[in-house]
């Protein structure tokens, strides 16, 4: 997984990246192979944007927009929001994936 850090308008100390790339690495636990996340953190006059742009094999990207006064809440809001996504993401693939009440044969003794 390729994981890409931009900030615009401010600086990221490594405490900040090392909190944003555990978290990204915990996205690994949905099994949805993902190739890429892209994080964008903007300053902007009303707070700070940040934005997660995941990509995924074989299905469309997910993107994720939070803002916030405050750096570490903007961050674990969009991380919150990432994880519902994905997990919904991943419950859609496992669902397909099982077999429905039709297909399975009943045993005859």
């Known amino acids: 997984m390729n994981v890409q850090i931009r900030a615009k308008d401010l600086t990221l100390n490594e405490n900040i990246k090392a909190h944003i790339e555990s978290a990204v ?3 690994k636990k949905y099994q949805l192979d993902i190739t890429t996340v ?3 953190i903007v300053a902007q006059k009303k707070g700070i944007s940040i934005e997660f742009d995941i ?3 074989h299905a469309q990207p997910v993107v994720i ?3 916030d006064d405050v750096l570490d809440a903007a961050i674990d809001l969009a991380v919150d929001r990432a994880n519902k996504a994905l997990r919904r993401l991943h419950d859609k693939v496992i669902s397909k ?3 429905s009440v039709k297909e399975l044969e009943t045993l005859d003794d």
């Open 55 to 57: 990509h995924i094999a």
């Open 65 to 67: 927009n939070q803002s």
């Open 97 to 99: 994936k099982a077999t």
């Open 38 to 40: 892209n994080v964008n």
């Open 25 to 27: 690495n915990a996205f």
